[in-house]
């Protein structure tokens, strides 16, 4: 088995995958708490937007979904919390509508090819050294954040504002936490893909939350299911010519499902 690792390409894509698997757990169990699960979905559709645009214009795709998915999370971010919207109508907008741009943007470039599907279902022979170092320096940056602001953002995930009556600078936190989550999800996009990032980020935190622990535990078993997750999928992916995305998020509904049955409350 570990004769794969000889292959310089499924080096990179256990890398990328490990990097992109406690990033996105860790970040999905605060918006799993806040019930904002839904961002995640959204955000992918939009860095769709971006990967259109580079496709069309020659640039790169992946600069292109993390501007596109930055630019999204802050207007999400600013509609709901200054203009007081409910946050599953701004993300169905944005959804939708990204969806729909994206679609209109790669028929007029004629991009509907391979390159277009390694990035909506996530392809581990696209991931390049110099995606690696992207990964490292923005996923390092994105969890530096994550940790610094730990406890505050997990106050705020229970009750908004409880938090800002106690000081808690919540505008602030919560557009923080938005774009680190558009950086993770752009990001992950070349492992998993657009379509399949969603569940990276919301099944691991929705698995560990049945084991009714506290939010550490909950926070660091999300992670080891991730973890375990993209081993067994890339694995899997390998020995059975099956399309990384889809195969780990395969092993991530068998964990949940493993979870359910191992506590049924």
């Known amino acids: 088995m570990l004769e794969m690792l000889d292959y ?3 080096q990179r894509a256990f890398i990328a995958g490990l990097m992109i ?61 200054v203009h007081g919207m409910y946050s599953d109508s701004v993300l169905a907008i944005f ?39 992207v990964m490292g320096i923005f996923g ?8 610094a602001f730990f406890k505050e953002l997990y106050f705020i995930a229970f009750d908004e504002d409880v938090a800002r009556a106690g000081g808690i600078r919540v505008t602030m936190l919560n557009f923080m936490l ?15 893909g657009t379509l399949l990032i969603g569940a990276l980020m919301v099944i691991p935190p929705v698995a560990a939350i049945r084991f009714g622990m506290g939010f550490y ?28 995305g889809a195969a780990i998020v395969l092993v991530l509904l068998g964990l949940f499902i493993v979870a359910l049955a191992v506590n049924r409350r």
Request: glycine letters at 6%; proline letters at 3%.
């Open 8 to 10: 310089p390409f499924m």
């Open 21 to 81: 698997a406690v990033l996105a757990s860790l970040g999905g169990s605060f918006i799993v708490l806040r019930r904002y699960s839904l961002l995640s979905e959204t955000l992918a559709h939009v860095s769709l937007v971006g990967v259109s645009v580079g496709l069309l214009f020659g640039l790169s795709p992946l600069w292109m979904a993390v501007a596109a998915s930055l630019v999204a999370s802050w207007l999400i971010e600013y509609l709901r919390s």
């Open 95 to 133: 959804l939708s509508g990204s969806l729909a741009l994206a679609i209109v943007i790669v028929s007029l470039a004629g991009s509907f090819n391979a390159s277009l599907f390694s990035y909506l279902f996530g392809s581990i022979l696209s991931v390049s050294v110099e995606d690696l170092w």
């Open 140 to 147: 390092s940056l994105a969890m530096a954040l994550l940790l």
């Open 178 to 192: 938005v774009s680190v989550i558009a950086i993770i999800i752009a990001l992950s996009i070349r492992v998993v």
């Open 217 to 244: 535990p909950t926070a660091l078993l999300s992670v080891v299911i991730a973890l375990i997750s993209v081993v067994i999928g890339l694995i899997a992916s390998y020995f059975f010519a099956l399309p990384s």
